[in-house]
């Protein structure tokens, strides 16, 4: 029994007992004209209950489980920095020849409020990520990559990321990576189309990390303000970071 079927059943039962107790009803007092009275009267207040229960309340609960979903996903995307997406994003940008300035965008902000955010984060949407492979250690990229390459096959295997395409881009860009370098019997000494193929699924990774990497810290900073000062504190973009107060 398909879907449909089942609501056409359900709907004809219900219908189906409101006569009967409708009849039951006129049987006992043998007063149609109260039924009707009391007929009309729901009928005329059931665009007012549906306004009140779809248009109102489900909204509410809509926008609730949004934000329950939300803050589940930006849990997925904690672990996701901590075990392997910050390191990498740290190796990428160390590639970039202007990743200096983007680390300038970042620390031109102090105590980082809602404007800051959208000001960095139309400034990284415009901007260029572009990795130079030849400054990246491709051995060791792909030893951190390899891995944590089953703990980001379970990350996929979590349902909320259908909720997410990005992060969900996001996560093959890096898997596509991953067997990129997995791939080549040895990093040494490959050609330039080689490097420069590299390159560009680098530079396809990095882009969608940083900008992920940037909505996360706005969550963080709305939320968790402590977690929020030990990221960045952990500041990919920052070639030599300190976890200690200066």
Same mark, same amino acid.
């Given at each position: 029994?398909?879907?449909?079927?089942?609501?056409?059943?359900i709907?004809?039962?219900?219908?189906l007992?409101?006569?009967?107790l409708?009849?039951?009803?006129?049987?006992?007092?043998?007063?149609?004209h109260?039924?009707?009275?009391?007929?009309?009267?729901?009928?005329?207040?059931?665009?007012?209950?549906?306004?009140?229960?779809?248009?109102i309340?489900?909204?509410?609960?809509?926008?609730?489980?949004k934000?329950?979903?939300?803050?589940?996903l930006?849990?997925?995307?904690?672990a996701?920095y901590?075990?392997?997406?910050?390191?990498?994003?740290?190796?990428?940008?160390?590639?970039?020849?202007?990743?200096?300035?983007?680390?300038?965008?970042?620390?031109?902000?102090?105590?980082?409020?809602?404007?800051?955010?959208?000001?960095?984060?139309?400034v990284?949407?415009?901007?260029?990520?572009k990795?130079d492979?030849?400054?990246?250690?491709?051995?060791?990229?792909?030893? =951190?990559? &390899?891995?944590?390459?089953?703990? @980001?096959?379970? /990350?996929?295997? +979590?349902?909320?990321? *259908?909720?997410?395409?990005?992060?969900?881009?996001?996560?093959?860009?890096?898997?596509?990576?991953?067997?990129?370098?997995?791939s080549?019997?040895?990093?040494?000494?490959?050609?330039?189309?080689?490097?420069?193929h590299?390159?560009?699924?680098?530079?396809?990774?990095?882009g969608? =990390?940083? &900008?992920?990497?940037?909505?996360? @810290?706005?969550? /963080?900073?709305? +939320?968790?303000?402590y *977690?929020?000062?030990?990221?960045?504190?952990?500041?990919?973009?920052?070639?030599?970071?300190?976890?200690?107060?200066?």
């Amino acid at each position: 029994m398909n879907r449909r079927t089942w609501y056409v059943l359900i709907g004809a039962t219900l219908v189906l007992t409101s006569v009967i107790l409708y009849l039951i009803h006129f049987g006992i007092f043998g007063d149609a004209h109260h039924i009707y009275i009391y007929m009309v009267g729901d009928l005329a207040f059931l665009p007012i209950e549906v306004l009140v229960v779809t248009l109102i309340v489900d909204t509410m609960l809509s926008e609730r489980e949004k934000r329950q979903t939300l803050k589940k996903l930006n849990m997925v995307f904690g672990a996701f920095y901590s075990e392997v997406g910050t390191e990498l994003l740290r190796r990428l940008c160390a590639a970039d020849r202007r990743g200096k300035e983007k680390l300038q965008q970042l620390e031109s902000h102090g105590e980082w409020k809602k404007m800051d955010f959208r000001a960095v984060r139309s400034v990284f949407a415009s901007d260029e990520f572009k990795v130079d492979s030849s400054l990246v250690d491709l051995e060791s990229m792909r030893d =951190l990559l &390899l891995s944590n390459r089953d703990f @980001m096959v379970r /990350l996929l295997e +979590n349902p909320l990321l *259908l909720e997410h395409a990005t992060f969900t881009d996001l996560l093959w860009a890096v898997f596509h990576l991953t067997e990129e370098l997995a791939s080549r019997k040895s990093l040494e000494g490959l050609p330039e189309p080689d490097m420069d193929h590299l390159g560009g699924d680098m530079s396809r990774a990095y882009g969608t =990390l940083a &900008l992920q990497w940037l909505e996360y @810290m706005a969550h /963080l900073r709305d +939320n968790y303000p402590y *977690l929020f000062s030990l990221a960045m504190r952990l500041n990919p973009f920052e070639p030599e970071t300190m976890v200690e107060f200066a």
